[in-house]
């Protein structure tokens, strides 16, 4: 996680939980702090196109899924990924591995609601 991107603070505290709440950046906020690079937008656009394609019967390989129920630490959320990558490497002619990154609590049990 990129520790440029700050949340910004609300002035009033929680009633419930005595805990100060922070609302969380735009999509616009995020774009400016987190510009992609240009080589990061046609991978991104490369690989949505390699999905479609194995989606649509145009590319025989095995679409996979992975990654944990929910993402609760980013550090090893970014190890994980890291690692997965150079599977993704290894097995890229047989399939396609992408990682689910889901950060909010599933719905399971009460308590923690993620990242």
Not at 26 to 54: D, E, F, G, M, Y
């Given at each position: 996680?990129?520790?440029?991107?700050?949340?910004?603070?609300?002035?009033?505290?929680?009633?419930?939980?005595?805990?100060?709440?922070?609302?969380?950046?735009?999509?616009?906020?995020?774009?400016?702090?987190?510009?992609?690079?240009?080589?990061?937008?046609?991978?991104?656009?490369?690989?949505?196109?390699?999905?479609?394609?194995?989606?649509?019967?145009?590319?025989?390989?095995?679409?996979?899924?992975?990654?944990?129920?929910s993402?609760?630490?980013?550090?090893?959320?970014?190890?994980?990924?890291?690692?997965?990558?150079?599977?993704?490497?290894?097995?890229?002619?047989?399939?396609?591995?992408?990682?689910?990154?889901?950060?909010?609590?599933?719905?399971?049990?009460v308590?923690?609601?993620?990242?």
């Open positions: 996680m990129n520790s440029s991107v700050s949340a910004l603070p609300l002035s009033t505290l929680s009633p419930a939980n005595e805990a100060l709440t922070m609302r969380l950046p735009s999509s616009l906020q995020l774009k400016q702090q987190l510009p992609l690079t240009n080589a990061l937008t046609r991978q991104v656009a490369a690989h949505r196109q390699a999905v479609r394609a194995i989606l649509n019967a145009e590319d025989s390989r095995l679409l996979v899924i992975v990654g944990p129920c993402i609760h630490d980013p550090q090893s959320a970014l190890e994980y990924a890291s690692h997965l990558a150079r599977l993704a490497t290894e097995v890229s002619d047989e399939m396609l591995l992408v990682m689910r990154a889901y950060v909010e609590k599933p719905r399971t049990t308590g923690w609601k993620g990242l």
